[in-house]
């Protein structure tokens, strides 16, 4: 009866005051606070459907929540985002910086019984960067020896700098120093896959009864656009320590409907919130809302491979045409910060960040400029400029695209259609580069400016904008080989400076974390990756 009640409530009665909201049946925790529920399930609103559950072809943030619970790498995050041992129990480099030696558990094992090797690590690690694969994150591995030329295809995979020394001991040799490598090592592109499973079921290794992962869970379910099912791995080397048996990712494309689920106590915690009840949420539920910083960038991606977007005065004009304060105060309102360049502030190694001169203009100044630019580039009200502006199934998403083509129509006179395409779809038409103007989120792998900055090297996948520039690309190679920190962080300005002259993406704002999380879930810490694993939480009694 609860269930029926509350979805006949309208949204203005939810909002207020719906009776269907679920209550627990005593004190959280029971008498002592620390009692654990008697059924251990953790129900998680994960967004959109995953795209895969290959590793190694991975792309969006959906995949990878589910990932950290399925595999684990040879360096893992602790909850609050340190670097803490995985699979490697240990690990030693060489003076020069060049060569990582990992030791491996004794007691890793395969979900089905068998023991992890250094060799399943090196059989990873050439599969991510093989051409065939056709990973788009393979340039994660880009640091190692001979990645970049396998990735390119000019050299095999048997080349690349990774070795098996023994079945405990997995040597890495790097082209040059690389401060932020162990990072790297908690991406899914660095992760071990049963060879055995990928060699007998082909693509079709990552399905239910087919995947043999080596994390704390194991696939036991996958409804497409409904859940996907994890149940916890017996044979984890720290499966004692670990309290959820049972974990179920949720759809949740559409964000009302994901906070309805979780008043109802269907959902343990969500992937976001919708913004526009964010205030109503912070009156009754402040509680339950977590915001924290994210080390994460929304932008608009811009095809520069066909015109009219291959102007570089046109792509400017559409940049300052937009009013960032409006989205940030207005729409999405968690404390987001209005974003006029690529990386983040508040990222690692880079003192602060660039600074753009369009940041401390007026709104009405930015305005006139691109007023000009748009002129400059043959366009007015007799001759607009006619766009498709492309973003995936989200309300944010949407009521973020509706106000940009609403300031493009108002301050240059663009006429904008928006497309609004399910996930998957999205991914492939962005990939494929059938697109003019398409949302998108770049959210950090590792804390260090590199991970912005590489995806628009020429030839990395996720260039989904088609940039190309070859003192950009100079600029990066500079920054990987230099070892002193302050001085890559002012050769990574400078590219920086060159992207956003040329402007292949417009920057919108600086993500924040802001989801909802019950107070029965126990161990969730937030952190600047909002990176977590089912493993560490435990549900307690409600």
Request: charged fraction near 25%; include cysteine.
């Amino acid at each position: 009866m609860k269930k029926l009640a509350f979805l006949t409530c309208s949204l203005l009665a939810m909002l207020a005051a719906c009776s269907s909201d679920y209550a627990p049946s005593g004190p959280i925790g029971g008498e002592s606070g620390t009692e654990l529920a008697e059924r251990q399930v953790i129900h998680i609103g994960n967004g959109t459907d995953p795209q895969t559950l290959d590793p190694h072809r991975a792309q969006g943030v959906p995949e990878s929540n589910i990932g950290r619970s399925l595999f684990e790498g040879l360096v893992a995050e602790a909850p609050n985002g340190d670097l803490i041992p995985g699979v490697a129990e240990s690990w030693e480099i060489s003076e020069d910086g060049k060569t990582y030696t990992f030791r491996l558990r004794a007691n890793a094992r395969w979900s089905n019984g068998d023991p992890v090797t250094a060799g399943d690590f090196v059989y990873g690690m050439r599969r991510s960067v093989d051409p065939k694969t056709l990973s788009v994150y393979s340039f994660i591995l880009a640091p190692i020896e001979n990645a970049n030329a396998i990735i390119a295809g000019d050299l095999p995979p048997e080349e690349l700098g990774v070795a098996a020394i023994d079945d405990r001991t997995l040597e890495i040799r790097l082209e040059n120093p690389t401060p932020y490598f162990l990072g790297l090592l908690t991406h899914s592109a660095s992760y071990a896959v049963h060879p055995p499973s990928v060699e007998a079921h082909g693509d079709a290794f990552t399905r239910p009864g087919n995947l043999v992962s080596n994390g704390a869970y194991q696939l036991a379910e996958w409804v497409v656009q409904s859940h996907v099912k994890l149940v916890k791995n017996p044979y984890y080397w720290d499966a004692d320590s670990v309290t959820i048996e049972e974990a179920y990712f949720h759809a949740t494309e559409d964000v009302a409907a994901e906070l309805k689920r979780f008043r109802a106590g269907e959902l343990d915690m969500t992937n976001t919130i919708p913004k526009s009840q964010l205030g109503w949420i912070r009156e009754n539920m402040p509680d339950r809302l977590v915001i924290a910083p994210y080390l994460g960038s929304y932008y608009y991606g811009l095809n520069t491979t066909k015109p009219p977007l291959d102007s570089p005065a046109l792509r400017r004009a559409l940049s300052l045409a937009i009013d960032r304060d409006i989205i940030t105060k207005q729409i999405t309102a968690s404390g987001e910060l209005s974003a006029y360049s690529w990386i983040p502030p508040t990222i690692a190694n880079y003192g602060g960040g660039v600074e753009m001169p369009e940041a401390s203009w007026t709104q009405a100044e930015r305005e006139a400029e691109a007023r000009r630019l748009y002129a400059q580039a043959g366009y007015s009200a007799e001759n607009p400029l006619r766009l498709e502006i492309l973003y995936n199934t989200h309300d944010d998403h949407r009521r973020i695209a509706v106000a940009i083509a609403s300031m493009w129509r108002n301050v240059l006179g663009v006429e904008a259609t928006l497309v609004n395409q399910e996930w998957k779809v999205y991914l492939d038409t962005r990939n494929q580069k059938k697109t003019q103007v398409f949302r998108a989120g770049w959210i950090g792998d590792y804390n260090d400016p590199y991970t912005f900055a590489e995806i628009a090297h020429s030839k990395s996948e996720l260039n989904d904008f088609g940039y190309d520039n070859p003192e950009y690309d100079r600029l990066l190679a500079l920054a990987a080989a230099e070892t002193d920190l302050e001085k890559r962080a002012e050769i990574l300005k400078q590219a920086e400076r060159r992207l956003l002259d040329d402007m292949p993406l417009i920057p919108l704002y600086f993500y924040v974390t802001a989801k909802m999380v019950q107070p029965w879930v126990q161990g969730y810490e937030a952190n600047i990756m909002d990176h977590f694993r089912v493993q560490d939480l435990k549900i307690l009694k409600h």
